[in-house]
């Protein structure tokens, strides 16, 4: 989380710079690599979500959910990408469709890995008994 915060707080610091003042760098004005770098951006956003999520179970809220309010209770959900459908991300960090054959493929991979990694831990808990 902290990680994530630091990050933030320099890029908002790096674009302020890039944007405007002394170090305004010179395609600050084109909207092609300002776009370029925004979805860039929010694919970040969408891999540190799925990361998060999946290897330390955060849950994050919905915000403007009609579920939400009046609740305190945070709502799951799932990463999707820009046409609604359900990501996974393979090694490199590449957001995939998750029905796909690759995503389905990346799931279950994941799941040998947790499921692998319970049984050493409980391996070695049952060495440490005794």
Do not use: C
């Amino acid at each position: 989380h902290g990680m994530t915060v630091y990050f933030l707080e320099k890029t908002k610091k790096h674009l302020l710079a890039l944007l405007d003042g002394a170090t305004k760098d010179k395609d600050s004005d084109n909207a092609t690599i300002l776009l370029k770098a925004l979805q860039k951006t929010i694919l970040f956003e969408k891999e540190m979500m799925a990361w998060l999520q999946r290897d330390f179970g955060t849950v994050f809220l919905v915000a403007g959910s009609s579920s939400n309010k009046g609740s305190s209770a945070p709502q799951s959900t799932a990463i999707r990408g820009d046409h609604g459908e359900e990501l996974e991300f393979d090694e490199s960090g590449r957001a995939v469709a998750a029905d796909s054959a690759q995503g389905i493929r990346i799931k279950y991979e994941r799941q040998k890995k947790e499921q692998m990694k319970g049984e050493k831990i409980a391996a070695a808990a049952l060495d440490e008994g005794r």
